[in-house]
């Protein structure tokens, strides 16, 4: 497993990811409720994160999710689909570095995480 520094709205939280896993579904098992009105499956953007630091350890964006990512708002070479982007691989030094937009106003529900 690695570890995942979330930021969001000037509060830096920290979870864990494990190889094969999605940032979502990491995410929502440890109690960080990240947005995702589609439940998951690519089919709304509600779940845009950036990747700051690891994104080469992450799958790499599938059409579907480039065709969702046009739909977000502030969109970067570092923006992903929290449902879409699986760890593949360790990074090194261990640590991946996530922020959600703060535009996103339902990004993480108030009392969620750790």
Do not use: Y
């Amino acid at each position: 497993m690695t570890k995942a520094r979330l930021q969001v709205r000037g509060d830096d939280r920290t979870f864990t990811v494990a190889v094969g896993e999605t940032i979502l579904h990491a995410a929502m098992a440890q109690g960080l409720e990240l947005d995702h009105a589609c439940g998951g499956v690519c089919a709304c953007s509600t779940c845009h994160v950036k990747i700051h630091r690891g994104g080469e350890c992450f799958s790499a964006a599938s059409e579907d999710e480039l065709d969702q990512l046009d739909e977000a708002r502030d969109v970067g070479l570092d923006s992903r689909l929290g449902c879409q982007a699986k760890l593949l691989r360790l990074p090194e030094g261990g640590e991946v570095e996530i922020t959600i937009p703060t535009w996103n106003v339902n990004a993480i529900r108030e009392g969620g995480g750790h």
